[in-house]
């Protein structure tokens, strides 16, 4: 079963700043929080992880907070092609698998 | 990251027969997944399938429904056996990126519909 609750649905104006958060109570010490979208009819695609540290690339900011038990993902200027279902997942090692919880579908509008 | 393809991309076939998805990746990994998307529903995994050893199944797939090969290290197949409109779904491959907590990569998925 998926270790991640998120909202159905948001919606956020083109230019910006689109929050989206996620709880992972039962998170363990050693899992990592990734976040992946998936635009319509594509694959999905890696956005950002991280363990404990607040991290960012190019393409958004992870925020975790310090129990762990929840991270938020930042685009911090959203476009229309930012539209899609973006996943909050908790990576299990040692087998890898991505266990995908039912995401947050997020409309950019202008 | 690594490139990831998939063939067939979509497909429509008839109730009782199988369907083979092939899914090619750029270079070696030794881990490859399989996951299925029913219609607006979210990704489930299937299988992991590594070299030289027998895919290890989730919960309520088997082996008889869902065979699956992975004869090399760039290489895998799923096959969807006896199939019923249940099936139809996105199916996707992916596999691991750098070893350490970093990325999977995505293939595009196949898309099979069963009359």
């Known amino acids: 079963d998926a270790k991640t609750t998120q909202p159905p649905s948001m919606d956020c104006a083109e230019g910006r700043a689109a929050n989206l958060p996620c709880n992972h109570s039962?998170?363990?010490?050693?899992?990592?929080v990734y976040w992946y979208r998936q635009i319509h009819s594509q694959g999905p695609q890696y956005i950002i992880h991280g363990l404990k540290n607040n991290e960012t690339n190019e393409m958004a900011s992870l925020i975790i907070t310090e129990d762990r038990k929840s991270s938020t993902l930042i685009l911090p200027h959203a476009t229309l092609r930012d539209t899609a279902v973006y996943y909050c997942?908790?990576?299990?090692?040692?087998?890898?698998?991505?266990?995908f919880g039912t995401g947050t579908r997020l409309q950019v509008f202008p | 990251s690594a490139v990831i393809s998939q063939k067939p991309s979509r497909d429509i076939c008839q109730r009782g027969t199988s369907l083979t998805i092939q899914c090619q990746v750029d270079?070696?990994?030794?881990?490859m997944f399989w996951y299925r998307q029913q219609p607006g529903q979210s990704l489930t995994l299937i299988a992991t399938?590594?070299?030289?050893?027998?895919?290890?199944?989730e919960s309520g797939f088997v082996i008889d429904k869902f065979p699956i090969s992975r004869p090399n290290l760039t290489f895998s197949t799923l096959t969807v056996s006896n199939m019923s409109p249940e099936d139809s779904s996105i199916y996707l491959c992916?596999?691991?990126?750098?070893?350490?907590?970093?990325?999977?990569?995505f293939g595009p998925g196949t898309r099979l519909t069963v009359l």
């Open positions: 399938a590594n070299q030289g050893s027998e895919a290890t199944y």
């Open positions: 039962t998170i363990s010490g050693n899992e990592y």
């Open positions: 992916s596999v691991e990126g750098r070893t350490g907590g970093d990325e999977q990569f």
């Open positions: 997942i908790v990576r299990v090692p040692p087998t890898d698998k991505l266990i």
């Open positions: 270079s070696q990994v030794t881990m």
